[in-house]
């Protein structure tokens, strides 16, 4: 048993993931992006951050644009893409991230968003977007580095702001543990996963670092499986 479970998850217990190091293999990098996949196509990311953005779009008259920030392989970027095809709706979506096989691997994956290289952390993000969301990002923070992103992604939200992340808790975990070697056979996958989740904010303390960046008036609900979304809405 790992000493996270054995604390119970109550302290959050961060370590630097695999995925995070810059000398991983190219291969072994996108085994484990496709091993992301179809995890977040089965715990539907993108129908978490879609609802919210297709009640903006349904209210608003111009078209909206959305920014998915840390967007990995562009699993979620892609997905929230093709509905906005399905469902007719004037929506706009862009993907960026740090890692340049990341981007790569995003951008051959669908021809319906621009994916680009953007740290997020020390780059300034792009203005004019209504929607700036992430998925499965802040959990790979440090506390003051999480409020550094909240702030920066409400300053360049034109609209909304839209979190959607692990939940720490034990049943997470042993879902974490379970799922990741179900659904992938890559060792990065196996050790991120669990990890990402000893790595997590609950929704309590996810709501105190938005209230640090200033994002007032933010709300957190809890999403299946084992996930929070955290909103917040420019007055």
């Not at 991983?24 to 978490?48: T, V, W, Y």
């Not at 953007?118 to 300034?124: E, I, N, Q």
């Not at 379970?178 to 669990?194: A, E, T």
């Amino acid at each position: 048993m790992s000493s996270e479970m054995r604390n119970g998850l109550t302290v959050r217990h961060r370590t630097d993931e695999l995925m995070d190091q810059p000398g991983l293999d190219a291969a072994e990098h996108a085994r484990a992006l496709r091993g992301l996949r179809r995890i977040n196509a089965l715990s539907r990311s993108d129908s978490i951050l879609w609802t919210p953005i297709a009640r903006l779009a349904r209210q608003s008259s111009s078209p909206i644009r959305v920014l998915d920030v840390a967007c990995g392989g562009g699993d979620v970027t892609a997905a929230l893409a093709s509905r906005t095809r399905r469902e007719k709706l004037d929506i706009v979506v862009d993907g960026c991230d740090v890692s340049s096989i990341a981007v790569e691997i995003a951008s051959s994956r669908t021809d319906l968003c621009r994916i680009f290289q953007c740290d997020a952390l020390r780059d300034p993000l792009p203005q004019g977007y209504d929607v700036i969301c992430c998925s499965l990002f802040l959990h790979h923070l440090e506390p003051e580095d999480a409020v550094s992103i909240l702030a920066k992604m409400a300053s360049s939200a034109n609209r909304l702001v839209l979190i959607n992340d692990l939940s720490r808790s034990r049943f997470g975990y042993v879902l974490a543990w379970i799922g990741c070697r179900i659904l992938s056979r890559s060792y990065v996958v196996h050790h991120d996963g669990p990890s990402s989740v000893a790595a997590a904010f609950t929704p309590a303390e996810a709501l105190g670092l938005a209230g640090k960046a200033g994002l007032l008036g933010a709300t957190v609900a809890r999403r299946w499986p084992a996930r929070f979304l955290l909103t917040w809405e420019r007055r």
